[in-house]
């Protein structure tokens, strides 16, 4: 933010995002900012006039298109009319033998896990869970849907309570643990195969100093004047192909 001028969230440091929100910016947000193509101004719509936009801070924002981007709340209501249950368990049991699989709100500390990284992924992990509970039901039973696992309003889930269950069972139950570990290594490999760190930063690169020519008209920027690649050395931050490569 700081290097491409662009407005630094009023939530930094304290956290790298608002509840709620993924961090969705991209590299032609900070690039466009860099050229000048762009800027950022944070306030609160007053009223609108012909040729812009009036804040309640009374500054004017002269513009041709004006895009209502409003947020949305999760639609909740038809889970609780099919299943008759309003409450959900953190393991996403709604009761014995049935569970909800449903985006939930992307609350702050859930970007440090595997699931907000999209290492684990959500709904593979615990439809395994569910497969798991069929089967053990005795052994798993207690730990899946039974009185001692906290519950929420399903309007109120948030990833955190799913994410700390799903921890919670991967140290309990090694078969878990094992379904956990193999989709991890799985989707490493996947990744390796298909684009190799090396490979992913180059392309990155590339694609980064495409973005300078597009917002330059198709004429190329020089490096000097380009915002700055900040990972050149990304690649050397994972693992050698042949750690991660089993055959």
């Given at each position: ?62 513009a041709d298109v004006v895009i209502g981007c409003i947020g949305f709340e999760r639609n909740t209501t ?136 597009r917002l330059n008209g198709g004429v190329p920027v020089s490096a ?24």
């Amino acid at each position: 933010y700081a290097k491409s001028t662009a407005a630094t969230p009023e939530c930094w440091p304290g956290k790298i995002k608002h509840d709620g929100h993924t961090i969705s910016v991209s590299d032609i947000w900070f690039i466009a900012h860099h050229m000048g193509k762009m800027t950022t101004k944070t306030g609160e719509l007053d009223y609108m006039e012909e040729r812009g936009c009036v804040l309640s801070d009374g500054s004017f924002l002269p513009a041709d298109v004006v895009i209502g981007c409003i947020g949305f709340e999760r639609n909740t209501t038809f889970c609780e009319q099919l299943t008759g249950h309003s409450h959900i368990k953190h393991t996403n049991y709604l009761d014995k033998n049935m569970m909800y699989l449903a985006d939930a709100e992307i609350d702050e500390t859930a970007f440090n896990s595997f699931f907000g990284s999209s290492v684990l992924e959500y709904a593979k992990f615990f439809s395994n869970v569910y497969v798991e509970g069929l089967k053990r039901p005795e052994a798993l039973g207690e730990a899946l849907w039974g009185y001692e696992v906290p519950e929420t309003p399903v309007k109120e889930r948030k990833w955190t309570q799913y994410i700390g269950q799903g921890l919670k069972l991967i140290k309990m139950d090694q078969t878990i643990c094992n379904m956990a570990a193999k989709q991890v290594k799985d989707r490493t490999e996947h990744f390796y195969r298909t684009m190799p760190p090396a490979a992913f930063v180059a392309v990155n690169k590339r694609e980064w100093i495409e973005t300078h020519t597009r917002l330059n008209g198709g004429v190329p920027v020089s490096a000097e004047k380009q915002l700055p690649f900040y990972f050149e050395e990304a690649a050397a931050w994972c693992a050698p192909a042949a750690e991660v490569l089993t055959n």
